[in-house]
Antibody
Framework: QLQLQESGPGLVKPSETLSLTCTVSGGSISGSSDYWGWIRQPPGKGLEWIANIGYSGSTYYNPSLMSRVTISVDTSKNQFSLRLTSVTAADTALYYC????????????WGQGTLVTVSS | QSALTQPPSASGSPGQSVTISCTGTSSDVGGYNYVSWYQQHPGKAPKLMIYEVSKRPSGVPDRFSGSKSGNTASLTVSGLQAEDEADYYCSSYAGSNNFVFGTGTKVTVL
């Protein structure tokens, strides 16, 4: 059974960089047509897609966040990561990592989510 | 890209059916057969219920069904059960390897 687990600081100061890692277990992040992504949900609000990455390193970003976001993959550790620069209070959210099956068929496995609060 | 439009709420009595709409544009919902639906209970991660407009992942009851007409996709929950009370989100491929989610619908079982 594939499992995903987010990790990273729960508190980030305004203007600093948010960094999160997703560790995948029960399956390999490499060598498949699946993509891996980040989705966030501000408290009490809806879901927002942030970015996807393939095991080969191909990356895709939400145009509204593209200037501040970097997604990367470390196949040796079976992990992928998210960096979001110049954060503000508007970036406070529950951040989920997930698998995008076959590149477009839906996010079928999700982590439990990690709350990141932007505050001084 | 703008969020797909869903009604804020929907409700039905146990055993009844409820249908949730998800309206986009020809650049997302209308342009691709890659609409998915997610169920989210309070404090839990979203769960994939429908993918590629109308396909159900293994383990999802056949009470859940999806369809699409033009720029609007729909999720129907038949034979409503108490456990179906949750938030539901649609999502669509929006071209250039981008994705967009809907605004979300809270389903209440009366």
């Amino acid at each position: 059974q594939l499992q995903l687990q987010e990790s990273g600081p729960g508190l980030v100061k305004p203007s600093e960089t948010l960094s999160l890692t997703c560790t995948v277990s029960g399956g390999s992040i490499s060598g498949s047509s699946d993509y891996w992504g980040w989705i966030r949900q501000p408290p009490g609000k809806g879901l927002e897609w942030i970015a996807n990455i393939g095991y080969s390193g191909s990356t895709y970003y939400n145009p509204s966040l593209m200037s501040r976001v970097t997604i990367s993959v470390d196949t040796s550790k079976n992990q992928f990561s998210l960096r979001l620069t110049s954060v503000t209070a508007a970036d406070t959210a529950l951040y989920y990592c997930a698998r995008l099956h076959s590149g477009s068929s839906g996010f079928d496995y999700w982590g439990q989510g990690t709350l990141v609060t932007v505050s001084s | 890209q703008s969020a797909l439009t869903q009604p804020p709420s929907a409700s039905g009595s146990p055993g009844q059916s409820v249908t949730i709409s998800c309206t986009g544009t020809s650049s997302d919902v209308g342009g691709y057969n890659y609409v998915s639906w997610y169920q989210q209970h309070p404090g839990k991660a979203p769960k994939l219920m429908i993918y590629e407009v109308s396909k159900r992942p293994s383990g999802v009851p056949d009470r859940f069904s999806g369809s699409k007409s033009g720029n609007t996709a729909s999720l129907t929950v038949s034979g409503l059960q108490a456990e179906d009370e949750a938030d539901y989100y649609c999502s669509s491929y929006a071209g250039s390897n981008n994705f967009v989610f809907g605004t979300g619908t809270k389903v209440t079982v009366l």
